[in-house]
């Protein structure tokens, strides 16, 4: 299944390469309301929230209404993430909260978490650069690599979103072999993300069990939708 992405930083509609340099901006956001309407499950991603940077929250608020989101950034609490399903998000994805300061898995949040609004209302948020999880708007590392974080959460997941940031933006094409190793951690939804340029790919994705979420191919229109 393809995913389309939302990115949102400063009221637009944005696309950034690697989370860092911004490459597209749009403010016509009714059009790719429009656009990505008859898909199943968008993605919504706050970048400014993310960031800790102040948020888009309204606009969110706005698009949930229109499109059937999974939606982050930003969300580090249990009364973000009921604000965020209040609001009409389907699910949260949640990411830096899943891990503590000292870069361990934090079970406990996501045990919490699971019990308040249900693990089926629940993505964890995987995001690596050069194989270890990034967190806090991927500025900071942690000592654990996906393997060592999936196993954990597990229990308290409807799915997991995987970013592969060293590719995000670029479009030079997902690592298909990454997903797969992922594929064999979990039994859940498995979401990938991060250079991802091409039906072709998508198919690859697909035919192993991992769905893939798109962005700078689908609004460069290297990818057709």
Not at 81 to 95: N, P, T
Not at 148 to 164: K, R
Request: aromatic share 6%; hydrophobic share 50%; proline share 3%.
């Amino acid at each position: 299944m393809l995913i389309p992405s939302i990115d949102l930083m400063g009221g637009r509609i944005v696309q950034l390469v690697q989370g860092e340099k911004l490459r597209l901006a749009f403010d016509d956001i009714e059009y790719w309301i429009e656009k990505f309407s008859r898909f199943p499950l968008v993605q919504l991603i706050d970048l400014d929230a993310a960031m800790r940077q102040g948020d888009n929250f309204l606009l969110v608020e706005q698009i949930a209404k229109r499109l059937p989101c999974q939606a982050g950034g930003g969300v580090h609490s249990i009364e973000r993430a009921r604000q965020a399903l209040d609001a009409g998000v389907k699910r949260v994805i949640i990411g830096s909260a899943l891990f503590s300061a000292e870069g361990n898995v934090n079970a406990a949040f996501a045990a919490e978490l699971a019990g308040s609004v249900g693990a089926e209302r629940v993505v964890a948020g995987i995001d690596t650069k050069n194989s270890r999880i990034v967190v806090k708007g991927w500025k900071a590392q942690v000592e654990l690599t996906p393997d060592d974080a999936i196993p954990q959460l597990e229990p308290y997941v409807a799915a997991f979103l995987y970013t592969h940031v060293d590719g995000e933006g670029l479009m030079q094409g997902f690592p298909v072999e990454t997903a797969a190793r992922l594929r064999n951690l979990t039994q859940r939804q498995l979401i990938v993300a991060g250079g991802i340029r091409s039906q072709q790919e998508v198919d690859a994705l697909n035919a192993i069990g991992a769905d893939a979420v798109v962005g700078m191919a689908v609004y460069t229109e290297l990818l057709a939708i």
